[in-house]
T-cell receptor, first 112, second 116 residues
């Protein structure tokens, strides 16, 4: 009964470092997405995928890369971390656009 | 472009009373879905209720109902008989249905505090 699993839960990086946030879902959902949540800003879409091999940019894609080699996994890569990327990151998946999204528990990321 | 507006940064309600959280939206699409999510202090996002733009009846899920007024472009969440556990952040969101636009747009949220 795992649903959407995000790792790690917490991470501290130095400016300029790179890292990958992992996201996996076991519900065979085609649609997956990454959001960042900042105080007073709600959730903003970073990147999304409508199936394996297909990704597209969301509202705030700069500084992030994604790939979708399998239906289950949708990692988010920070290429060169900046303090402005300090945020809580959520991965979500859904079976269809008219269905609610299932969210992971989030990754709290701090960039020093 | 889609936009969600939640005009109440914070709301207070007494336990066992009903409360309405406001949500207005802006879209030029005819077919869309509206969602409400709850985020307690522990941080997880919990889906509450969904309303499709072509649904004639207002959606209900237990103590949650959605007051959908299409002409006014509003989709207010009504929580009946508030409980202490309802204290949380609440987000309204929308998505176009059909086409290739998959983006889910969120409002900035309303922080609900339920007082004993």
């Amino acid at each position: 009964n795992a649903g959407v699993t995000q790792t790690p839960k917490f991470q501290v990086l130095k400016t300029g470092q790179s890292m990958t946030l992992q996201c996996a879902q076991d519900m065979n959902h085609e649609y997956m997405s990454w959001y960042r949540q900042d105080p007073g800003m709600g959730l903003r879409l970073i990147h999304y995928s409508v199936g394996a091999g297909i990704t597209d940019q969301g509202e705030v894609p700069n500084g992030y890369n994604v790939s979708r080699s399998t239906t289950e996994d949708f990692p988010l890569r920070l290429l060169s971390a900046a303090p402005s990327q300090t945020s809580v990151y959520f991965c979500a998946s859904t079976r269809a656009v008219g269905q609610p999204q299932h969210f992971g528990d989030g990754t709290r990321l701090s960039i020093l | 472009a889609q936009k969600i507006t939640q005009t109440q940064p914070g709301m207070f309600v007494q336990e066992k009373e009903a409360v309405t959280l406001d949500c207005t939206y802006d879209t030029s699409d005819q077919s869309y879905g509206l969602f409400w999510y709850k985020q307690p202090s522990s941080g997880e996002m919990i889906f509450l209720i969904y309303q499709g733009s072509y649904d004639e009846q207002n959606a209900t899920e237990g103590r949650y109902s959605l007051n959908f007024q299409k002409a006014r472009k509003s989709a207010n969440l009504v929580i009946s008989a508030s409980q202490l556990g309802d204290s949380a952040m609440y987000f309204c969101a929308m998505r176009t249905l059909g086409g290739s636009n998959y983006k889910l747009t969120f409002g900035k949220g309303t922080l609900l505090t339920v007082n004993p």
